[in-house]
């Protein structure tokens, strides 16, 4: 699941932003001169529409601001009012723990990487790889490609 989440302010809905005419955008973007037209006064607004295209290129890693958005926990600050800007870090990345781990936790993983891949779902059984490899076990990658390249 991919959560999307866009929200503005009472002041940004007051302003406007100036963008560049079409016509003079394509112009500089082939080499010509830009004809003389004045650039467009775009208001802001509550509505409109965005288009945005996903891809995996960075697999099950997530990478942004930490947050605590889809917790219990209530908001702080009334809704509409401005906030105090957030400083963007990126979230750190997991280590392996260094205990040892159950057998029977290790059988597990290979089991359900296995199930999953009969069942020809390969995001769930990366997110198990992934998972495994948290817990410090390397059997499951093993399990994951041994099964990936005998199909």
Known sequence: YIYLLIYTTQQDLAKTTMVPHPAKTYAKGTGHQPPALNDIEVKHSLNGEIQINVTNSNGTRFIGIPTKVFTSEKAA???????APVKATAAPAPKAVNT???????AYFNQAVTKALKANDINKAMNLVN????LGLTSPRQTFLKQVSSK
């Open 77 to 83: 600050q009334p809704v509409g009012q401005a906030a």
């Open 131 to 134: 998972e495994a490899e948290k």
């Open 100 to 106: 040892p781990v159950d057998q029977d936790t290790e």
